[in-house]
């Protein structure tokens, strides 16, 4: 079975490529290519075990050919991985004359330039050399391009068998599908489960004295504690405290990872406790931040949790520490807590009905 931080890596890249794609609509090939180095999971959901980013290729001239990846399928096989946006235009619509776009047709011939530099034992040599596999002649090329609506997957077909049939077009909604696919196969049991989850959008001016605090969970200031708070020094820091008293944190410093606190943020923290473990989450604007399991380890519930069972209330305290002590200046847009963890179609809504 896998673990909490193969499904974090599902979650976050379904969650960055759709914001990519809706909230960024970036039209921009370099932010897909940064998506798919970023986020090696969705090459394993799309089948591959092994890619190589930007290799260089030559051809028998001494010409240098590189492609967005070279990647290996679970079969062993090899591939070119050819990237464009999901703004691309495939192939014209039905009635119309049956062709690719230009730019779709232009795409295509160069990734048919890329396999026939495979056919040549000195291109082959040279790549085993650099990158240690062993490739082979005649690899197919897919091209990660377009989206479903307006796409005629059968036309496309029947056009590039036209032309070898030695390409494949996959488009961006495949892509997320492959990632969902993968999420629910290993991960959608862990969904709904018993926990806390806190979701504020937040504006931070920052902390009036050594450490604010956004909200502080709990009863008690030594145990079964739960606290997101910023330091002087702008570290956002999640921490909870366990049952024993033993503290357990994820920090994001101002800057890391384009953070900055003086936008508009929204923070998603997550805690549950099953079999024994205590699994603890952030991340900031839909983007995981950090995560940690620990075995061994539990939180009592029982002293943060009020009210029946169909009608739980997290007790809590904004802006201040459980003591009233340590104000944090913000602006604060939305705010919800759950006595649950949420279902990740539950945070990806709720992401981006707090977004926009």
């Known amino acids: 079975m896998q673990g909490s931080s193969h499904r974090l890596e599902i979650e976050s890249a379904i969650m960055s490529l759709r914001h990519l794609i809706e909230i960024d609509k970036s039209d921009k090939e370099k932010d897909y290519q940064n998506f798919f180095e970023n986020n090696p999971i969705t090459l394993e ?8 980013p930007h290799p260089e290729v030559f051809d028998s001239s001494g010409g240098k050919h590189i492609p967005d990846f070279i ?17 691309t235009k495939l192939n014209t619509n039905k009635g119309r004359r049956n062709k690719f776009y230009a730019e779709t047709d232009s795409c295509i011939s160069q990734v048919l330039d890329y396999i026939d530099c495979f056919e040549q034992e000195s291109t082959l040599g040279q790549l085993k050399s650099k990158y240690g596999f062993d490739f082979h002649k005649k690899p197919r090329a897919i091209l990660i391009a377009g989206v479903n609506e307006r796409y005629d997957k059968q036309l496309s077909h029947n056009l590039l068998q036209q032309r070898g049939g030695c390409v494949e077009i996959v488009t961006y909604d495949e892509v ?52 997101l708070m910023l330091f002087q020094n702008r570290d956002f820091v999640f921490r909870v ?24 943020n929204y923070y998603c923290a ?87």
């Not at 679970?74 to 703004?87: H, Q, R, V």
């Not at 366990?242 to 936008?263: A, F, P, Q, V, W």
């Not at 705010?335 to 809504?349: C, G, I, K, S, V």
């Open 45 to 52: 959901a799309v089948g591959y075990s092994e890619y190589i």
């Open 71 to 87: 990647a290996q399928k679970t079969t062993g096989a090899w591939e070119i991985l050819e990237l464009k946006t999901p703004e």
């Open 241 to 264: 405290i366990d049952d024993k008293s033993n503290k357990h944190y994820i920090k994001l410093s101002n800057g890391e990872r384009g953070y900055d606190m003086r936008d508009r």
């Open 270 to 356: 997550e805690l549950s406790c099953f079999n024994n473990c205590m699994y603890i989450s952030l991340s900031v604007n839909s983007v995981t931040v950090g995560y940690a399991y620990r075995e061994l380890t539990n939180f009592d519930f029982g002293g943060v949790l009020v009210g029946s069972r169909a009608n739980r209330k997290i007790m809590h305290i904004i802006g201040v520490s459980l003591s009233k002590s340590n104000p944090l200046g913000f602006t604060i847009g939305n705010y919800q807590m759950y006595a649950r963890l949420l279902t990740f179609d539950e945070r990806r809504n709720l992401a981006y009905s707090l977004l926009n």
């Open 176 to 227: 997320l599908a492959a990632l969902e696919s993968l999420r629910l196969k290993y991960h959608s049991q862990q969904e709904g489960v018993y926990g806390m989850s806190l979701h504020f959008l937040a504006q931070i001016d920052g902390a009036r004295s050594n450490v604010g605090y956004l909200v502080d969970v709990g009863s008690d200031l030594e145990r079964n504690r739960v606290s």
